[in-house]
């Protein structure tokens, strides 16, 4: 068995191969290579979205959300628990065909499960947000022994 790890700021590699007496690979990548992962970062912040008809009366707010840099959706409830029909989506990725590592940030439509608006940040930023008018986010890099990252973020209206 060889094993080796290295932690930087950003990952944690795990460089790992156990073979038989025959050199068959047991456990480990069968290439060689080394099982590459990100750190996770943490983002608490809030959004706003406005009824379809736009109408200002009709805003949720939603205060205290909480999400990671590994995908992680986060489904916009009102307070009596109903869906909003949008979850928040925020991903550390490297975009298609490029070795660029990007902060994305999407707005999900649930019925679909198609994002209907991102924004790109730099994958380090410790802030990202944006605003469409019928929706608003602000999310800043938080503290990661927080509120439990997977609950769900209440919406007031």
């Given at each position: 068995?060889r094993?080796?790890?290295?932690i930087?700021s950003s990952?944690?590699?795990?460089?790992?191969?156990?073979?038989?007496e025959?050199?068959h690979?047991?456990a480990g990548?069968?290439?060689?290579?080394?099982?590459?992962?990100?750190?996770?970062r943490?983002?608490?912040g809030?959004a706003?979205?406005?009824?379809?008809?736009g109408?200002?009366r009709d805003?949720?707010?939603?205060?205290g959300l909480?999400?990671?840099?590994e995908?992680q959706?986060v489904?916009?409830?009102?307070d009596?628990?109903?869906?909003?029909?949008?979850?928040?989506?925020?991903?550390?990725?490297?975009?298609?065909?490029?070795?660029?590592?990007?902060?994305?940030l999407?707005?999900?439509?649930?019925?679909?499960?198609?994002?209907?608006a991102?924004?790109?940040?730099k994958p380090?930023?410790?802030?990202i947000g944006l605003?469409?008018?019928?929706?608003?986010?602000?999310?800043t890099k938080?503290?990661?022994?927080?509120?439990?990252?997977g609950?769900?973020?209440?919406?007031a209206?």
């Amino acid at each position: 068995m060889r094993e080796a790890w290295r932690i930087s700021s950003s990952d944690f590699w795990i460089d790992r191969a156990t073979r038989d007496e025959d050199a068959h690979v047991l456990a480990g990548n069968p290439g060689g290579a080394p099982f590459k992962n990100r750190k996770v970062r943490y983002f608490s912040g809030w959004a706003a979205l406005k009824s379809a008809d736009g109408a200002p009366r009709d805003v949720a707010t939603s205060r205290g959300l909480r999400l990671h840099t590994e995908g992680q959706k986060v489904s916009l409830r009102r307070d009596d628990g109903t869906p909003t029909g949008y979850s928040l989506e925020l991903a550390q990725l490297t975009y298609e065909g490029t070795e660029t590592p990007m902060l994305k940030l999407g707005v999900v439509d649930d019925a679909t499960g198609k994002t209907v608006a991102s924004v790109w940040a730099k994958p380090d930023a410790d802030r990202i947000g944006l605003n469409l008018g019928w929706v608003q986010v602000g999310l800043t890099k938080s503290d990661p022994h927080g509120a439990s990252p997977g609950a769900e973020a209440s919406v007031a209206q």
